[in-house]
């Protein structure tokens, strides 16, 4: 691979963004003549995108940032009502039409945080594959794109090959996904002049496959580039807590916790990190990365500040540092922690602690019996008292002078009770 000369794949060379490319060169000679109109697809599987999805979200914004070319965030309302077979050892829910549209409208406010939309030459679009794919001619589509597609080599794709092989069932329905996103790329080249595909490494075979559609079909030649799907220094999964995902809807995951989850980052991590979710320049990353011991701890919270404006605004970002600041440097119980109201009927009535700290209410834990294996190791708190008795109920004796029960998930989590 030869150095990049455009700025675009200078800055996802060096922050670590790049796994594979298709043809780096020309990706990068296009990039250089700022026409390199991209795009990155996001199924409306939920209300909410997760970490998960930010490195290619970043991407689409250095993309931007650098003038290489137009972003497209591309939503899959068509293609969700299929569901991407990648990754997944069983067939995922299928969501009826008015699902998909709600989660499709939740999730959109996200993108205007990294990318900037407009009628200008590289501002970003913001499309949906329900436009063509729910109107397509089933017979006609078959002749026209299907006849260009190899059950054998479809069939040597990870997205198929892991799950027949552990011999999970795939649906004909999941089977046909790669076909449709690459039928994505060919109308998004004829539609908007795009060139390029983004996603994440599990994509590959499913972005190759549009690029050889298009060859096939005669359009201009198209390109690949895809990420790597981050696994934490200790090989977890990036993105997911003992909590659950690590959402970037705010009313899905306040502001204050998506601050911790990047402040509790393991030592080995902080330095990638910082370059692949922050947009601090490289200078002041290297600084933060030379950090030894405990003041690699300060580095942890400049990349959580950082990290949490880009999603959730500088405002919401210094609040969270300022709460966490008071809550573990002071002591103080501070008044931006998350809150959730309950009713005084309800404490009155006795609410089981187990309940109290799981789905249902604080979300600190996925549900009751992991909030009981909690307990028994003790990882849960009330108002700063660990939690020995996994039938024990909360009352109004247990408000605290300033009308709140305190609830802790280890040494960093904690949601206010708030009887009203």
């Not at 030459?121 to 002749?143: C, G, H, P, Q, S």
Request: hydrophobic share 40%; with cysteine.
């Amino acid at each position: 691979m030869n150095a990049p000369r455009s700025e675009f794949l200078k800055v996802l060379t060096e922050r670590g963004f790049i796994h594979q490319t298709s043809d780096f060169d020309g990706i990068d000679t296009a990039a250089l003549e700022g026409r390199l109109t991209t795009y990155v697809g996001y199924d409306c599987t939920g209300p909410s995108l997760h970490v998960g999805h930010l490195l290619s979200i970043m991407m689409l914004h250095w993309l931007q940032k650098t003038g290489a070319g137009k972003p497209i965030a591309l939503m899959g309302g068509g293609t969700t009502r299929v569901g991407d077979p990648s990754g997944k050892d069983e067939s995922r829910k299928l969501l009826t039409v008015e699902q998909i549209e709600a989660n499709k409208t939740s999730i959109k406010g996200v993108f205007s945080q990294f990318i900037t939309f407009g009628d200008g030459k590289i501002d970003a679009e913001m499309v949906d594959n329900a436009e063509w794919l729910t109107t397509l001619n089933y017979i006609e589509f078959l002749r026209d794109v299907g006849r260009h597609f190899s059950v054998n080599r479809m069939l040597s794709f990870d997205s198929v090959k892991l799950r027949l092989e552990r011999e999970h069932e795939l649906s004909f329905l999941e089977f046909n996904y790669m076909i449709l996103q690459a039928y994505d790329f060919v109308e998004l080249h004829k539609r908007y002049g795009c060139v390029l595909q983004m996603g994440g490494s599990d994509q590959w075979g499913n972005i190759v496959n549009g690029i050889d559609l298009g060859r096939r079909l005669g359009t201009a030649q198209l390109y690949a580039v895809t990420c790597p799907l981050l696994t934490t220094a200790s090989g977890a999964k990036m993105g997911k807590t003992a909590s659950g995902a690590v959402w970037l809807n705010a009313d899905m995951l306040s502001p204050y916790d998506y601050w911790q989850f990047w402040r509790n980052t393991e030592d080995a991590d902080v330095a990638r990190f910082l370059k692949l979710f922050t947009v601090l320049p490289m200078d002041e990353v290297a600084k933060l990365e030379a950090l030894q011991g405990a003041d690699i701890n300060e580095a942890k919270k400049v990349l959580a500040t950082e990290a949490t404006a880009l999603v959730h605004g500088r405002e919401a970002a210094e609040l969270a540092a300022e709460t966490a600041r008071k809550t573990f440097e002071q002591g103080a119980l501070a008044e931006s922690l998350p809150t959730v109201e309950i009713t005084s009927e309800l404490l009155e009535a006795g609410l089981g602690v187990l309940t109290a700290f799981g789905p249902e209410y604080a979300k600190l834990v996925p549900s009751t019996s992991e909030a009981r294996r909690q307990v028994k190791s003790g990882g849960l708190k009330v108002n700063d008292q660990t939690v020995t008795d996994d039938r024990g109920v909360l009352k109004p004796v247990d408000l605290t002078p300033e009308g709140v029960i305190k609830l802790s998930f280890g040494k960093k989590r904690h949601v206010l009770l708030r009887a009203v």
